[in-house]
């Protein structure tokens, strides 16, 4: 008897895992392995696939200065985003952490509102803030300090003011997760020793802080590097990412074993970002601030 | 000034910064002006009427909320079986095991989408409703095993056992005991995944076969002409919907929680 219930212990967590697990295996580990084969296929002139093994698409995608150019571009814009919202998201996400019980309750709610607004709607927004004919504009104009509305738009600096606006909560709430979790007496005992409020900060609280600094971090480079709806919202027609390229050779060019090889160098690069994380904070950091609704 | 009022005025202006365009857009929605900008010449729904009548917008709506809802019970159903496994057992690999299950959100989402089009492409599975559903289902699911995790960690098993030493059948304390004490997490769950999948647009450009259109995809083609009074009206209703879906179903949850005395 008790063998039996034993055996149903350790088979029990593989039945609930098998749906789970067969739709990752099915729908993400194959589809990842079949671009890394088709990545060596090549497209021919008549638009067929060559099965082979072909080193043309990772020859055209590692040593195009044009795919290089890009590439280097998206991550410098994706660390200046990740920067701007840690220096942005740190302060308000400590005020948040500090703030009396009830007023911490509607912060957070605030806080949490952004992710239930549309991703796109969201972007856009930017347009009738900063268009030609958008709200700052007509401020300037009206108030007579500009003659004429400036083109603020569809720059780089759009596109990155687009990013942060969109990843600033993902960085407030980890870096409040982990405030939360710090005890708040080590800050009145340094204080007590004779610290001043920012030493003791400096000292204790922000290096306590650092893994959700971190979590928030990975999360607001690889989702900004990943991006592919803000530069063709609120960029210029120079300004591609990464992600368009990709877009451009799958579905305009219908170069698919080129659009792979694209795919799995932007793949490449981020999972190098995600392992060294993973090896220095670890993956729960991320999942506890799904821990807060 | 001292060092809190700075802090203090810092998040004000964080807060103003992330809610004043959407704002704007609330705004604008009711602009009476033919042109979707300032200045607001007065205040006037027939934006919102025009949506109504608006075959594309309409039709796109019915597309969302069908994947959003396919997508939510899916995702839902099998993640919560994985949460179960990974809260309620102790075995071998359950560390890589719940790696895993979060793999697909941090593979960028160009790339999951890519991988999937080609290889269903090469199976000759073409651009299709079906290939969209399985596409929102891979990508929600690590959200509804986090969330679903998260949540389940405070539900211990002495009911159940309890149920079961009464002399229950594990079939009974599941559907009397163990799914009604879920339920929550099983309802915040759904939720996050029908408001990622009625969300998306970077994955559902690549899967959505040509003619069909999600409410993003339709506002997003929208915009390539120039931002119009509509698209503000649509964002308005956007937002009401997931915005207030959430929070309505948040003060649901809490009704039945504390209904039930937990």
Redesign the interface.
Known sequence: MASTVEARETRQPWILLSPALTAIVLLLIIPLAFIVVYSFWLRTAAGSEQVGFYLDNWKEALTDSFYRDILLSTLRIALITTIACALLGYPCAYFIARSKSGNKTLLLLMLILPFWISYIIRTMSWINILGVSGALNTLLVNSGLLAEPLQLLYNEPSVILGLVHFLLPFMVLNVYVSLEGIDESLESAARSLGCTSWQSFLEVTLPLSLPGLAAGGLLCFVLAAGTYITPLVLGGARDAMFANLVYEAIIVQLNWPLGSALSLMLLFVLGLVVTVYNRFVGMGQIAKSFGQE | MN?WSF??L??IL??L??????G??VL?SFNDSQ?????MTGVSLRWFVELWNNDAIVRAFKVSFLLGGLTAMIST???V??S???V??E?PG?QF?S??????I???????A?????????LNVPKSFPLLL??H??FT?P?V???V???LVGITRNVEEAALSLGASPIQTFFTITLPLLAPAIF?GALFAF?IS??D??GT??WKPGGVET??TQ??AM?RNS?SPE??AL?TV??VL??GL?LFG?ALARTISSRRGA
């Open positions: 060092g802090i203090r810092h998040a964080i807060y910064f992330m809610f004043l365009p959407v704007v857009v604008l042109f979707g900008s300032f200045p159903t099998i993640g079986l994985a179960l496994a990974l309620r057992y075995f359950k095991m790696t895993l299950l979060i793999a697909p941090l593979v960028p989402e160009v790339v999951l890519v991988a999937l089009l080609l290889f269903l492409r090469f399985l596409g289902v891979i699911m959200f095993v986090l969330v995790q998260a949540r915040a408001t009625f969300d647009i970077t450009l690549f409410v993003p506002i997003f915009l931002i698209i503000n964002g956007m937002i997931t915005v959430p948040a």
